[in-house]
């Protein structure tokens, strides 16, 4: 089973994707990501304002994205910097 990227080992990039339309969006966005997985050593950010639902979907179907729960009023730009907070590959672009 695939797990998220321990603390101490640095990405090569940094994907965030926002979970704002339902699980038919995100599923699709990351099983584009997980195909690139072997190719480049990702680190992927969820921050979501779904819920709990969605959050279990992702963790039970995609074990190595990292949820950043948030509150369900937050914006497109508010979930991206909550993410940008959080990122650890080197550089932000």
Not at 14 to 36: I, K, Q
Request: charged share 20%; glycine share 6%; with cysteine.
């Amino acid at each position: 089973m695939a797990v998220p990227l321990p603390e101490a080992v640095s990405p090569a990039l940094t994907v965030v994707v926002p979970s704002v339309n339902g699980w038919g969006d995100l599923m699709g966005c990351l099983e584009a990501l997980e195909a690139e997985r072997s190719e480049v050593l990702l680190e992927v950010l969820v921050p979501d304002r779904l819920g709990s639902a969605l959050q279990s979907e992702v963790r039970s179907r995609f074990p190595w994205v990292r949820l950043l729960p948030a509150p369900a009023e937050a914006t497109i730009p508010q979930l991206r910097a909550i993410a940008f907070a959080e990122a650890r590959a080197h550089g932000l672009h």
